[in-house]
């Protein structure tokens, strides 16, 4: 672990067996998000002709 600030950094050891499981469940986690976001956009905006700009905020909201 690295401190950078308040934020603490951590490494994953890619030798560990389960470095591959947890690998593809964040990037499957990461697309489940981003199809979320994206349902919410096409909702939104068929639902109100009057939104142009949706803007999702929090940790999750990047990507």
Do not use: E
């Amino acid at each position: 672990m690295q401190r950078i600030g308040k934020t603490k950094i951590y490494s994953v050891n890619r030798k560990h067996f389960l470095s591959i499981p947890l690998r593809k469940l964040f990037v499957d986690l990461n697309k489940i998000y981003k199809s979320i976001a994206q349902q919410i956009r096409d909702v939104t905006t068929k639902k109100f002709k009057y939104i142009q700009t949706i803007i999702l905020a929090g940790s999750l909201a990047h990507g």
